[in-house]
């Protein structure tokens, strides 16, 4: 029997079970997580990863693979299964590039598999749910948990253990223009954590090291100590795209504040506002941006 759905599997929790030493591992196929969870849909196996060590590569392989899919006219929309740690950024690299109006919604688990109250089954029956309702059409990526249809765009994985596991942003930004496939990988974009009387050594070591960018979790509404935004500031001078973001999980960045390491000075130097992307979407913005010759500030 035909299905309008297709799961694209990747691994993840949802697709783990615990092996001998307690440690969950990813080995189930995309069959078996469709036949656990009943849905309605076909499966296809892209890749069986934690989805903490997904690179860049790994993302421009899906992203060809989802174009590839989408060729199939039959399709009412397509489910990627994935872990956790990673889906926010995941989803949101794929946003930046989703044409097509079907929805593309990606979906995963709190619990493994071989858990009495594993949650993945009914977290993929919504997600192929919501890949076929029409309503979603035109909306871009989605993310699928605990019976919430949330848009990829700034939204975080706001807790560890419960499974409601994801958060939308409370000032949510507007999508973005798709741009155009690129490959991403061999791009380097490292994210900074600032903290309290931080140095500017970490800015001077990775643009030592040849950065293609630089992602900064700054405090606040987008503030870094004056010893780090002086070094922020001659890595903007030589011509090195800066993107500052906020560790704080609401509110987005501002850049209201004087000072060397002030938000406002930052952005006079060019540094660009994350809005209310998290440092992890940041990161995927401005690579995008990149990688498709863009102007980041276009996708921010």
Known sequence: MSHPVLVIATGGTIAS???????RVP???????VRASGAPARALDAANLDSSSITLADIDELAARIEHSLADASLAGLVLTHGTDSMAETALALDLIHRDPRPLVLTGAQLPADHPDADGPANLR?????AADPRLRGRGVVVHFAGRTLPARGLIKASTEDLDAFAAPNNAP????????????????????AWPGASGELVRAVVGAGVDGI????????????????????????????????SVPRGGVHFDYGGAGGGATLGERGAIAAGALSPGQARMALITALASGTDPRALF
């Open 174 to 193: 507007p999508r973005p223009a798709p741009v155009a496939r690129r490959p991403l990988d061999g791009i380097r974009v490292p994210i900074l954590r």
């Open 215 to 246: 992602v900064v979790e700054a405090l606040g509404s987008g503030n870094v100590s004056d010893a780090m935004g002086s070094e922020l500031a001659r890595a903007l001078g030589a011509g090195v795209p800066v993107v500052v973001a906020t």
């Open 27 to 33: 080995t189930l196929s995309g069959a078996e997580l």
């Open 17 to 23: 079970t615990t092996d001998a030493s307690g440690a």
């Open 126 to 130: 919504g997600a192929v749910a919501a």
